[in-house]
């Protein structure tokens, strides 16, 4: 009976380790004198992705089969394996397919993700519009570049997350990860897009304290670029480039991922934001820099109330089942940060003409 049962929570613990298998034992069990040396995680977030076992593998299989299945091939949250789990408010409607074509479809396809991909998808056409309707008879060339740079980054985040939102049921880790670095560059995108014409615009005036920002905006979107392929921002076993963990190795210690994306993404607003809005003020005065970054509030304050509603997990987390669909918290964020995107292109052309006012004076 306890061999049966040891068998039963191995099947049920996908992300359960030789470690955790190890406590299951009876007190009075014989244990080796010299036991074999367990090599022991450097990075302590890759405990829950022990993709390289038969568990693993046996819990995918699983999955895959109880959603083939299903009418609708659709599984509840207890079905997923480890790595797949990520709202536990969010019970059902979960696509699980090893077919990219079939996850290319996701748009087309009833699951708990229909509506964030929509949610993002539908805005492009408002950010096209916006684009072919946008006054380019600009008097400087920059300014066309930097218009159609937000517009072009705009719809690429959108695009990614869309995309990102429908490969997330591809049970191929690799691919289901990829993805997700995908949609962490878009986000790094085009907040360095809006944080370059905010900077070109407070200091329009002062072109050489305008490049140096931008030039900082650029290297810290170059840093978005790259870390979600790193082990900083991904699991090292599904990490194309692993530094944290040799850096662990020799001793050096981090922040698990969580936090050094909340660190990343906030030196990221600082420095496109924070510094530049306190450096034109001082340059510029008070009343100049206010309307100027008057219009960028109109930007950052969905995507500021956005997150605290995820953050939250409000409305799932008070009645876990009944926002599976739609209206959780993820489809607020979604439509917050798609509101923002839209005002971006909205009041992008008020930004520049009080900034070729000041210029002209």
Not at 16 to 38: C, E, F, I, V, Y
Request: proline share 7%; aromatic share 12%.
């Amino acid at each position: 009976m306890q061999t049966l049962s040891k068998i039963k929570t191995k099947m049920e613990c996908p992300g359960l380790g030789k470690d955790t298998m190890a406590s299951t034992k009876p007190l009075n069990a014989k244990t080796p004198s010299t036991p074999s040396p367990t090599p022991k995680p450097t990075n302590k977030d890759d405990k829950k992705y022990q993709i390289n076992t038969a568990e693993f593998h046996a819990s995918v299989k699983k999955a895959e089969k109880l959603a083939l299945g299903h009418p609708k091939r659709l599984i509840t949250y207890r079905d997923l394996p480890t790595p797949w789990r990520i709202n536990p408010f969010i019970l059902s409607g979960y696509r699980f397919t090893p077919s990219l074509l079939s996850a290319a479809l996701s748009p087309l396809l009833l699951s708990n993700e229909l509506t964030n991909i929509w949610t993002h998808l539908l805005p492009i056409l408002l950010v096209l519009r916006y684009h072919l309707t946008f006054d380019y008879s600009l008097p400087n060339t920059t300014d066309d570049l930097l218009a159609k740079g937000y517009f072009t980054a705009a719809i690429i985040s959108l695009l990614c997350s869309g995309a990102w939102h429908s490969f997330r049921c591809c049970s191929r880790v690799h691919v289901m990860s990829a993805f997700v670095s995908v949609d962490i560059m878009a986000v790094s995108l085009i907040l360095t897009a809006f944080s370059v014409v905010t900077t070109y615009t407070a200091f329009y005036a002062q072109p050489d304290v305008a490049r140096g920002y931008i030039t900082s905006c650029l290297v810290w979107c170059v840093a978005g670029l790259i870390l979600p392929w790193t082990d900083f921002f991904r699991p090292g076993e599904v990490a194309p480039i692993r530094i944290k963990g040799r850096l662990e190795e020799r001793g050096w210690g981090f922040p698990s991922r969580s936090w050094t994306r909340v660190v990343f993404f906030c030196l990221l607003g600082a420095q496109g934001a924070v510094l530049p809005s306190v450096h034109a003020t001082m340059l510029n005065g008070w009343g100049y820099t206010k309307e100027i970054f008057g219009f960028a509030a109109w930007v950052v304050a969905p995507i500021f109330l956005g997150s605290i509603v995820y953050g939250a997990k409000f409305p799932e987390r008070w009645w876990p089942g009944r926002f599976d669909y739609f209206g959780n918290s993820h489809n607020i964020w979604h439509v917050a940060t798609a509101i923002s995107a839209i005002m971006g292109c909205e009041v992008m052309g008020g930004m520049f003409e009080v900034a070729r006012k000041r210029g002209s004076l």
